[in-house]
């Protein structure tokens, strides 16, 4: 297994990035990581970076700003972390492909250099939550594409029954609709007829609401992008601020299990389903604990074949709705 | 100032939420409250009620009930909490009216029986964040309209304009739109447009993400009804997650001065704002609880001029932009 990171175009100092890609590659002896990005600057700080065998270095000259638009700087910055990261992906040099950085671009270049599994289908990204039974559930879609259309959501769900099954092993998770109301006949037009698209799959439970996220009551939670991407940063933030005020009065922080109850499993990386290869984004403000658990989602997917299967399941479950 | 409750449409027994009422009229000793719901079922659990000075009984046979399709729920059910909450209203039998009902009845009836400030304009609802700086944001809509169009999230951005200068005296709050990036020119179509109408406001800072929520960056966040609605769900299950998590091994519950940061000033309530009244709407499990803070929510903007305010405030933005 090799894994490609793009150390370059996330919001905080490579080398910030680079000592999580240590700390990993010496828990898990049988990965390599191709790191990617300004080749002669990572060597003056890491001199002895190549002597590790399970480092690789690809340079990349260019990163993609955050604020640029996503698929002109991918077409005209065709020497940036993304591009060439994608790139090694197509070519197999490597294996999975890991980048926090403009999540637009990393979207636009998987799809330029992979295609997706299904040509006409948009790529999808999912988070988890954690919940009191131990039962994680999985919101889709985080961020990859904005608009909310009926099309869109009946894709999300499909992406995320393909992706559950590999993740949990289960074969029929269930399937929620994020509504304002539980009851049928909820929302705008365009979640009715979601609605009734995704009913077309035996496992769909109906319409959910944000009550559902933390409670367990639903394996695949279904939304569009804006809608999950404002969820997952509000509970970033709100843990940030929940942590924060207790630790001024109660040690939570240091207790391990309690700790481990109150974050998801692969906690700082998301794959983007539906692409034609394993490519995982961070967030912008990612640290090397978030590498670490990147590195560990990667590890964990491609040991449970992901891309092989992800392929099989998009086709059955294509074909029988 | 006579608050009315409905106490028969949420999910609780109505005793629940009476219990609430009482303990607020012990507290706050110069309100009345009007309570709406199946008089004589209520007072053959209450047989003592009307010997309260403080209370009014109102009878209202019907219930909308959480899966009927609002508008002809209001339409035909007219001797129902809401129709006749939301009349007594308009006849200043009360200065305000809550309900913890279908959220969609609520708003269609105040609409009816009480018409919009502005009339073409939809009404929104607002909650509040708490922030480690004790600064609160208001996040609107939270779920009065799940439609989202440029126009609505302009609308929004004039309500929470009019109201955020109500709750905390502040005269130029700042405003941020919802995206999935901070940067200019993020997100879908519709975001867009509703950012270059929101810019004619002087006090919007651009594009927010889920993180400003709660680190106090922004006093107004806007967003649609579908979006605004899954996040405060969200907000309150996770909430209910973290505290059970934590109360394994700490005990965070008793330490007031924690729980009070970790909560906004009027959980349990939000203004419907728009609408010609004060009309203040709960969730459907709505606890005495939540009864008492929003029968202090009322009680604070009523002492505030509320509608009057809400009037001008919302005539000099229309007529400013």
Redesign the interface.
């Known amino acids: 297994l090799i894994i490609g990171i793009d150390v370059e175009s996330g919001e905080r100092h490579f080398s910030e990035l680079i000592d999580g890609v240590l700390r990993s590659t010496s828990k898990l002896t049988d990965i390599k990581i191709n790191i990617i990005g300004k080749k002669n600057n990572i060597l003056s700080n890491y001199p002895n970076l190549l002597q590790n065998k399970q480092i690789l270095l690809t340079n990349a000259d260019e990163v993609v700003n955050?604020?640029e638009?996503p698929v002109s700087a991918v077409r005209k910055k065709r020497d940036s972390t993304v591009v060439v990261g994608t790139t090694l992906l197509k070519n197999n040099e490597i294996d999975c492909f890991f980048s926090p950085g403009n999540?637009?671009a990393t979207v636009a270049s998987s799809i330029f250099s992979l295609n997706t599994i299904i040509k006409s289908k948009k790529p999808a990204l999912s988070a988890s939550f954690?919940?009191?039974s131990g039962h994680e559930t999985i919101l889709i879609d985080i961020?990859a594409n904005?608009?909310?259309t009926e099309d869109n959501l009946f894709n999300n769900a499909i992406l995320g029954l393909a992706y559950y099954s590999i993740l949990w092993d289960k074969p029929y998770p269930t399937i929620g609709l994020?509504?304002?109301?539980s009851?049928?006949?909820?929302?705008?037009k365009i979640?009715k007829n979601a609605y009734d698209l995704i009913s077309k799959i035996p496992s769909f439970i109906g319409n959910i609401?944000?009550?559902?996220?933390?409670?367990g009551s639903v394996d695949i939670a279904i939304?569009d992008?804006?809608?999950g991407?404002?969820?997952?940063?509000?509970?970033?933030?709100?843990?940030?601020?929940?942590m924060?005020?207790?630790s001024?009065?109660?040690s939570?922080k240091d207790?391990k299990?309690?700790m481990q109850?109150?974050y998801p499993r692969f906690f700082g990386g998301a794959p983007l389903l539906g692409v034609d290869g394993l490519v995982i984004v961070g967030h912008g403000n990612c640290t090397g604990k978030d590498i670490e658990n990147a590195i560990e989602l990667a590890y964990f997917l491609h040991n449970k074949n992901y891309i092989i299967r992800m392929r099989e399941n998009i086709e059955k479950l294509i074909s029988n709705t």
């Open positions: 955050m604020d638009s999540t637009g954690p919940s009191k961020g904005p608009e909310l994020l509504n304002i109301g009851e049928h006949g909820k929302g705008s979640l609401e944000g009550y559902n996220l933390f409670n939304c992008g804006l809608t991407n404002s969820i997952i940063k509000m509970a970033e933030s709100m843990t940030a601020f929940f924060e005020t207790i001024e009065s109660f939570v207790n299990e309690i109850k109150l």
